[in-house]
């Protein structure tokens, strides 16, 4: 399903003697990491030598999320996506499964693995990411999924080629998402909640506040659903708390309250304001009458 950057063809795999490459028809060619990504990412997408997430951030959220904190929040999206794709579900079509913004690619493995073990489901599951050793992590670990380094503002797909999108914490916009989801496709967009982390910023900040839900509504989406999912965790190491102190943009504040984030941080609350929306072709039609 990758698309070539420059000039928005078709990609295709070429097996040659010693290395596989992706290349369009205008010949324009991506070789295949040894990892087995693919990067699709242009000089003029990136505003710094190593755009993403740094080394610490993306060691520190791979060993955190391997530790099984937060797979609640992979176990309610697979839910979600079964309940919102009931058709393909019935049908035991394959999904087309998208993750931007994907990081180590562990929620995307999660719920791959989830649909098809428990749907029966036959999942082509692909991410992108920005942070080239995010991906190198990823593609080297998940070798059955499909990876790229890539702009979210700018998804390396064909358009019209995902059954469901879903970004957890990252940037992105609406309309590209919305080009490359099939007619009816679904979208779930997660953003931290208010409470989100609340005890780790009460030992960082003197005024920690609330995280701010978004508000926007997104144009040519029918909002079918949203929801706040909330749980709290035990954290019983030192290492465990910085781990999740370092994956976070808190971790540049802290300098100074490390001793005290070790000492004083066990049970945490995690809160994700998860929303699911469809692409929607009434959505269209409404627009075309306005105007």
């Keep these: 399903m990758w698309k070539c950057p420059a000039c928005q063809r078709e990609l295709t795999l070429v097996n040659e003697s010693s290395r596989s490459v992706w290349q369009c028809s205008e010949g324009h060619h991506y070789d295949v ?7 699709l990412l242009l000089a003029n997408q990136k505003h710094s030598k190593d755009p993403g997430d740094n080394k610490i951030m993306i060691n520190a959220r791979r060993q955190f999320l391997e530790a099984g904190y937060y797979q609640p929040l992979a176990v309610n999206l697979a839910h979600l ?14 999904v087309h499964l998208f993750d931007a913004g994907c990081g180590e690619g562990y929620y995307l493995e999660q719920i791959r693995q989830y649909l098809q073990n428990e749907t029966g489901l036959s999942v082509s599951a692909t991410g992108c990411d920005i942070a080239k050793n995010a991906v190198q992590k990823a593609a080297k670990k998940y070798t059955e999924n499909h990876f790229s380094v890539a702009s979210t503002y700018h998804l390396p797909l064909l358009s019209q080629s995902q059954d469901v999108v879903f970004q957890i914490f990252a940037p992105g916009d609406a309309a590209e998402i919305r080009r490359v989801l099939k007619q009816h496709g679904i979208w779930l967009w997660v953003n931290a909640g208010p409470r989100h ?9 003197q ?9 926007q509504t997104m144009l040519g989406f029918e909002p079918l659903y949203q929801q706040t999912l909330s749980f709290e965790f035990t954290l019983t190491t030192d290492q465990a708390r910085e781990r999740l102190l370092a994956m976070t943009p808190f971790y540049w504040a802290a300098s100074q309250q ?4 070790r000492e004083n941080l066990h049970n ?5 304001y998860i929303q699911v929306m469809r692409n929607s072709e009434s959505i269209d039609q409404q627009c075309q009458q306005q105007q």
Aim: aromatic share 8%; proline share 6%; charged share 25%.
């Design 81 to 94: 996506m079964e309940r919102y794709m009931p058709e393909l579900v019935a049908q035991h079509r394959q």
């Design 268 to 272: 945490v609350t995690a809160e994700f």
């Design 258 to 261: 490390l001793d005290k984030v």
């Design 197 to 205: 982390l609340q005890e780790l910023k009460a030992l960082i900040y």
């Design 33 to 39: 990491a040894k990892e087995g990504y693919v990067n």
């Design 207 to 215: 005024t920690p506040e609330l995280h701010t839900l978004p508000q």
